[in-house]
């Protein structure tokens, strides 16, 4: 079974923006109207397709990173449009049984509670099937006004993570600094900078069973694997290694075959989830290949070192001890959750 | 020959810190007293060992750039400062007859303007003889409080590189914000948000000639290659390497075998130049391997694929295209620039 950690529903329709709109602008009530087609319709030529052509089973589902909207006006707005987006991905689940695992977005605001953040993941987790959370380490979009991931203002959604056994994939959201670009510098400083953080921090050592996802590959991380061993080593604080394979993965979301392969050896397989990213941010065809850029199955499995143990380790079973909520289920049901529920 | 691209004065006597103190304290008049023994002392078990035993023949020199002191209080402390810098490098210059090529410090300030960047670029390569400078993309420390680097605010600057035809290499400073740790998120977070920034500007179309040396392996964007790519092309803003490989060149700065061959694999090797940051952020012996992590050319030289052309353009060849002040000279005397002169 192929599992693709990384999934986000970017070909929503246009009346889910709409309404964003409409809450910009004050009327909160004006919920978007959606119907079961459009939500078809948006999918089977998009997310779909490519499962099919690509051979991949299950695509952990979540609402668009760049469209989270952390950055927004109120806390209120940031709640509504969150419950609308995970709502639909919920939806989106249900018309396409086995097909996606939703992962919600949470509610998040820059320096706010996370009270609402932890019960939207109660919400989605518990009443929904949701098996994961998107967490942005930045919700002011590249100015970095929270607090970083190790300060114990995280902690209460920690201890729900923790508590409900979900894990959360570490990822920002909109670049609102004229300095950065969204999907490349201010995605791939993200990952970095949120890593950096967290193994600075006394998380790993309060939360022990907290699992965090690294995307995009793990940002700089592996590339400069060597430089975090040394630093780290000098700074007293031990082997890298010992201080967050325990409690963080990395995706597979990388687009040529040297990054890929990079990875591969570097990180140990029990921490490497396969993703794509597909539908998302790296479209099109790579001229040097003909293959397009996003299809990372034919990486993975192009890898010369792999072999078939860790091929199965990197595309399902990782997963599963990453996402425990993704239970397998009797053959032609979903696999991998509660039967969908409505939204309540 | 060996060049080393990328060494900083990381050993400079205490005299120098000491200084920084007064000038912070307000005392602008009391320069340091260093003598010439002192620089020796500080160099000759350390930079200089390193260069014996493994074989360097010449390091780019330059202050070291966590000190850089951009974020200082006052644009005349912050002038006082570099020269300073820059003059003790001149010296050790001096002491050590053709083991180091001096690059510049430059006096930035966040937001100021670059006319006594400017002025010190001039006075240390015209009068000086330095073959390049670094260029602090964020002089604020994380907070990206200055213009992106495609903005006509840096101009001046450029346009004196290339009057002066010295590179500069783009590397950051101090991290200040609190959200980032200087030598692994902030360096290599600012390296990629350095290029992506150039990528999306008019720099190189307007300064056909100039030339930046991304540093540290160039943060994440060789092991990204195919996510910009990708991101690029769909952009319509072509091939990504049409865009920036007639002006960007990567630094070896890498600490393990597979993020060198990435790098070897990735980015063409005339775009390669060798660096090793010793003595810097990166220190001690590889537990793994037994070697000292900041050896990388031992693994350079391990590379399957360099061959002996290659592996001469990424030593040696390569930085003199980019470093032309770099002119070899009579054997015995200095290889690569004017003899020294005192800092006027």
């Known amino acids: 079974m192929i599992i693709d950690c990384h999934g986000h529903y970017t070909t929503s329709p246009r009346e889910l923006s709409d309404y964003r709109d409409r809450l910009l602008g004050g009327a909160h009530g004006a919920k978007p109207r959606i119907s079961d087609d459009q939500i078809r319709e948006s999918i089977e030529p998009h997310q779909l397709r490519l499962q099919r052509e690509r051979g991949i089973d299950l695509t952990l589902f979540s609402p668009t990173a760049s469209r989270m909207g952390h950055e927004l006006a109120n806390r209120s707005v940031i709640q509504a449009w969150t419950e609308e987006c995970n709502n639909l991905v919920h939806r989106a689940r249900a018309l396409f049984p086995g097909r996606f695992a939703p992962v919600c977005q949470l509610p998040q605001s820059t320096g706010g509670s996370l009270d609402l953040c932890v019960a939207e993941l109660r919400r989605t987790v518990e009443r929904m099937g949701f098996v994961g959370c998107n967490l942005n380490p930045d919700p002011s979009g590249g100015f970095w006004r929270s607090k970083p991931l190790g300060d114990r203002h995280w902690y209460p959604l920690y201890e729900a993570m923790v508590e409900l056994d979900v894990p ?21 400083g993200a990952d970095t900078t949120a890593l950096v953080q967290l193994l600075h921090s006394d998380v790993f050592r309060n939360f022990p069973a907290i699992r965090f996802i690294l995307p995009h590959g793990g940002g700089a991380v592996p590339y400069h694997w060597g430089r975090l061993r040394s630093i780290t080593l000098a700074s007293g604080m031990g082997h890298l290694e010992d201080r967050i394979l325990g409690n963080v993965w990395f995706d597979t979301c990388l687009y040529d075959q040297a990054a890929i392969d990079l990875l591969l050896s570097t990180i140990p397989r029990e921490n490497i989830l396969f993703g794509s990213e597909a539908l998302g941010a790296v479209e099109g065809n790579d001229p040097r290949t003909g293959h397009a850029f996003d299809d990372t199955r034919r990486l993975v499995e192009a890898n010369a070192t792999l072999g078939s143990a860790g091929k199965a380790a990197v595309f399902e079973h990782n997963a599963r001890r990453v996402f425990p909520r993704l239970k397998t289920r009797p053959t032609g049901s979903n696999p991998g959750f509660p039967g969908p529920t409505p939204p309540p």
């Open 168 to 188: 959360a994939m570490i990822h920002a959201g909109r670049a609102c600094h004229p300095a950065l670009d969204t999907t490349t510098s201010h995605y791939l």
